[in-house]
């Protein structure tokens, strides 16, 4: 009889713990502000309106603000599954003798990713890192030509991954924040570099790969069931 008692009151102790650590799914919403950087691009001498010469080397992608939404389940106690979606409006923008605005750019991230929460699911704030693949997606852009005509771009989707780490702050059970950074690099092209040889393989051309990259800094609402 004692022993029943024992363990019932074990039971009525651990119970509400264990409740508490099974996984759950955890619902986001992010808000952030995006530091972008474009690529480089050899336009040359380009005739403008006016009769006014420019010349382009670099497409850039103006700093905007970011937001976007994931769901996460909870594999254990710290390993979580994600899936992430972020949006951004930026500005397409020619550099070189001098900025020249081509178009607006939307700019869609879809990133499945592997989170890493430390500390236990008790803990009111947990540190956190993530990293995963996926795709960035370039919204097609609507422009004005050098010809005074207007004219179109389809979208155009590229390989990426995205990395980062912060804090998570939680209010009570179910609800809470947190604080991060994300760096998303998006593979472009690649610009011919050189030559590099081997006294048995003959000579290569080399090449430098040229990314799109996205940093954001920024906060996330939690909400976990």
């Not at 119970?15 to 759950?24: D, G, T, V, Y």
């Not at 389940?73 to 930026?90: C, G, H, K, P, T």
Request: proline share 4%; net charge negative; aromatic share 14%.
């Amino acid at each position: 009889m004692r022993i029943a008692m024992t363990l019932a009151l074990l039971a009525m102790t651990f119970a509400p713990a264990l409740a508490k650590e099974r996984p759950p799914i955890e619902l986001m919403g992010s808000l952030s502000w995006s530091l972008s950087e474009g690529i480089n691009y050899q336009g040359g001498e380009v005739d403008l309106p006016g009769g006014e010469t420019a010349f382009f080397n670099r497409l850039d992608i103006s700093d905007a603000l970011a937001y976007g939404a994931g769901i996460g389940v909870f594999l254990n106690r710290n390993m979580e599954l994600a899936f992430l979606w972020d949006y951004q409006s930026s500005e397409l923008v020619a550099q070189g003798s001098r900025d020249l605005k081509i178009a607006d750019l939307g700019i869609d991230n879809y990133h499945g990713v592997f989170i890493n929460n430390f500390g236990s699911p008790l803990d009111r704030m947990r540190p956190f890192v993530f990293g995963g693949l996926g795709a960035t997606y370039f919204r097609g852009v609507e422009f004005v030509d050098q010809t005074g005509q207007s004219r179109q771009t389809g979208g155009d989707a590229q390989f990426s991954t995205t990395w980062g780490g912060g804090v998570k702050i939680y209010l009570n059970e179910h609800f809470g924040f947190s604080l991060d950074l994300k760096w998303t690099p998006t593979y472009v092209k690649s610009d011919p570099s050189g030559y590099w040889c081997d006294p048995l393989w003959g000579c290569y051309t080399t090449s430098d790969a040229d990314y799109v990259n996205q940093w954001k800094f920024g906060g996330t609402l939690l909400a976990r069931f």
